[in-house]
């Protein structure tokens, strides 16, 4: 048996790669980022939890808890919580990662992805990269709605960006661990059930809305070392905001930019080639 | 052309207890079609997965344009285009963002990428859809930028699954067309399919597959000779006592008369000069024909008289000669 090769005749096979390598790999993630962006501008409803639902805890929180939760070392409850709140709806966002992912593999076009010639990592980074930007949509709004309800750092502008890419580099580490979920998913909506079941109490058991020191004290030690917590916190000192977990002893609470690094980078490595190998154990038949 | 563009030796794929291939063997030549045909369930669409690198075999061998698909499937994925049995489009994008984020992920350049995307949307009648979100696409018209987005890279091997299933008629002969001109081109085709009218229409080699196994294959025409289920129906001017005794030496069972004994019909292994050999043995018995008939099967009395039971199949593979159809044990 004879076997032909490449291309048969009048055939221009344009299928080569052009672009090898590394850049070949940024193309192929930034061609799944695309399709996500159009995904999220197509669903605006999709965007309501970076959009709408940050203005909605912001006001909410400041109006309804801002006179009744005093603060440890003293400061506003405004300037307080705003660290918490932008770090609250960034976790939850990143419930949209394991939707997403669910609903890829749900409707067989990672099929069709899977028969490409592509760099197939690009299928979860390209999200988490889509994710990332709508993260960073969601910190200008909580930002913005700061403002105008009376939220002031008061630290130099490197300093407040640094706190800003803290948390959206700690959600990024999140959005990982919510990837993995959605790959071992069995469905969209198991998937989004994620978001309620784990991360609302990863969220709320922390400093992120109150001040841990009112928490009992069994409580207080899971927050403390919650690295929600140490994101918060590390937030909070880098805007100049009142930090009333600055007085506890645990370690992360002493050092929360370092803790919020460590931790991020903890969860990254861990969950990023976790993910990967849930994506190649889904795909394998 | 006799290079082999797709070779598939011996594949066994079982999912959990189901074999769903258990040990398939053909051989596609350059820029032909095979028609890959079997009922639902028969094992189709897992020789697509495993050639087209979304599947490992458990056995055996796979290979297209010459590159192993377990060895090499990154190799593979950039000479085949795949249009699967359910259209694995991105339902949120416009058929045009479908047809580039195929040819960006392809690693085609952007200028080619979108002139590729245009022509491919001219060419299958999309142009006034073609920046539409894709949830307002009909089942024909995605059924037709899934064929598109396989033929983005222009590929030298295409495989279709099941490409005109649930289209109505005409959307089912624009398919066709469309495969018949990428074979102009020297395209290499697999396709699955359940229609034998598809397989009859479009295919050059047709390999039937039921339960994981190849029960026959050949040329559409090889396939319908050699099946047994041609009928010989003859009219006689009169009618006679000895026709039913001189026609039984030429045909296979027995022989039907009508009430009026001039009709006579039985079934026969059809062979060349058989309408000859009855005229002759008729007229050696002094009996005068009016009309004889050899009725050829359709491609479906093919298939039914295959797939309806293993018996069946089991008699086809006695009956038959290598040399007209590689039958291979059911």
Avoid at chain 1, 166 to 190: H, M, Q, T
Wanted: hydrophobic share 45%; glycine share 10%.
């Amino acid at each position: 048996m004879t076997t032909a090769t490449i291309s048969a005749e009048g055939l221009r096979p344009t299928t080569t790669r052009r672009i090898a390598g590394r850049l070949g790999h940024v193309r192929d993630v930034w061609a799944m980022t695309r399709r996500n962006l159009v995904h999220i501008s197509r669903e605006p409803m999709q965007l309501s939890d970076v959009t709408i639902q940050p203005v909605l805890f912001t006001v909410l929180f400041v109006f309804i808890f801002g006179g009744g939760i005093p603060i440890p070392g003293g400061g506003s409850y405004t300037d307080f919580v705003l660290a918490g709140l932008l770090m609250l709806n960034l976790v939850t966002s990143t419930m949209g990662t394991a939707v997403g992912l669910s609903t890829d593999l749900h409707e067989g076009i990672v099929d069709r992805f899977r028969a490409l010639p592509m760099w197939r990592p690009a299928v979860l980074v390209g999200r988490s990269v889509a994710d990332f930007m709508t993260s960073c949509l969601c910190a200008l709004i909580v930002a913005l709605t700061g403002l105008v309800v009376g939220w002031r750092p008061d630290a130099s502008l490197p300093s407040i960006v640094a706190g800003f890419l803290l948390l959206l580099f700690f959600a990024y580490s999140i959005s990982w661990v919510s990837a993995c979920v959605g790959l071992r998913s069995k469905s969209p909506e198991s998937a989004a059930s994620f978001g309620f079941i784990v991360l609302f109490p990863i969220a709320f058991v922390s400093n992120a809305m109150v001040p841990t020191q009112h928490m009992p004290g069994w409580l207080q030690a899971i927050a403390d070392w919650n690295p929600v917590s140490a994101a918060t916190s590390g937030a909070r000192v880098l805007w100049g905001n009142p930090n009333p977990s600055g007085t506890i002893q645990a370690w992360p609470m002493q050092h929360p930019v370092e803790a919020a690094l460590i931790w991020s980078i903890a969860i990254l490595v861990v969950a990023a080639p976790l993910a990967s190998a849930f994506f190649r154990r889904r795909t394998v038949e | 052309m006799t290079d082999t563009m797709i070779a598939v030796d011996g594949l066994v794929k079982r999912y959990g207890g189901t074999v769903a291939l258990g040990g398939v063997d053909f051989a596609v030549p350059a820029g032909s079609v095979l028609g890959l045909l079997g009922p639902n369930g028969a094992g189709k669409t897992t020789a697509v997965r495993i050639l087209t690198t979304l599947a490992l075999p458990d056995a055996g061998r796979a290979s297209v344009a010459g590159i192993d698909v377990v060895a090499h499937p990154a190799a593979v994925r950039s000479r085949i285009g795949v249009a699967a049995q359910d259209a694995t489009l991105d339902g949120l994008l416009t058929g045009r963002q479908n047809l580039v984020l195929v040819g960006e992920l392809s690693g085609m350049g952007r200028a080619d990428t979108r002139a590729r995307a245009a022509e491919l949307l001219e060419r299958f009648d999309l142009v006034d859809a073609a920046d539409r979100v894709l949830k307002g696409y009909s089942g024909g018209m995605r059924r037709r930028l899934d064929l598109g987005a396989s033929l983005m890279t222009r590929p030298p091997v295409l495989f279709l699954d099941e490409p005109t299933t649930g289209l109505d008629p005409t959307s089912r002969q624009r398919v066709w067309e469309t495969v018949r001109e990428l074979l102009a081109d020297g395209v290499t085709v697999l396709l699955t399919t359940q229609y034998l009218e598809e397989a009859d229409a479009l295919a050059d080699n047709i390999v039937v597959i039921d339960h994981g196994r190849v029960i026959a294959d050949g040329t559409p025409q090889q396939l319908k000779e050699a099946s047994r289920s041609a009928r010989v129906e003859i009219t006689l001017s009169a009618p006679h006592p000895d026709a039913v005794d001189a026609l039984r030496p030429l045909v296979g069972g027995s022989v039907q008369v009508s009430e009026d004994g001039r009709q006579l019909s039985a079934g026969v292994d059809t062979a060349p000069g058989l309408a000859t050999a009855i005229v002759r043995a008729l007229d050696g018995a002094g009996i005068l024909v009016d009309d004889v008939e050899v009725r050829q099967p359709s491609l479906d009395d093919v298939f039914f008289s295959l797939t309806g039971g293993h018996i069946e199949g089991a008699e086809l593979e006695e009956g038959v000669p290598e040399s007209a159809i590689g039958a291979h044990s059911a």
